[in-house]
Nanobody
């Protein structure tokens, strides 16, 4: 069973930075066969896709975070560097994995991902 565990989030002021990590383990097949992603969710709203990273390290970003957030990975971890944070970035952040063969094309819905971390809270104050 795939297990994803996010690092502790935190609270920062507008313009600040945070780095999240997601430790991944228990892949049924090679880790390289999974698309990894970060989502976020605020109360009362749907879980929002913010980025994906495929087995080659190629990334796609939502417009809301493009240019401010950067994803990276090694074999066992997924990382999210968040810069120039805004109050609207306040949310619970989740890492997710989908067994796709490693590509991330066209999968951006929460329902496309089979495995989830427990979430970590990020709060940005103005």
């Amino acid at each position: 069973q795939v297990q994803l565990v996010e690092s502790r989030g935190g609270s920062v002021q507008t313009g600040g930075s945070l780095r999240l990590s997601c430790a991944a383990a228990g892949f049924r097949v090679s880790r390289s066969r999974y698309c990894m992603a970060w989502f976020r969710q605020v109360p009362g709203k749907e879980r929002e896709w913010i980025l994906s990273i495929d087995k080659y390290g190629s990334t796609n970003y939502a417009d809301s975070v493009k240019g401010r957030f950067t994803a990276s990975q090694d074999y066992a971890n997924l990382f999210l560097q968040m810069n120039t944070l805004k109050p609207e970035d306040t949310a619970m952040y989740y890492c997710a994995a989908a067994e796709t063969g490693g590509g991330c094309d066209y999968i951006r819905r929460a329902g496309d991902f089979q495995f989830w971390g427990q979430g970590t809270q990020v709060s940005v104050s103005s």
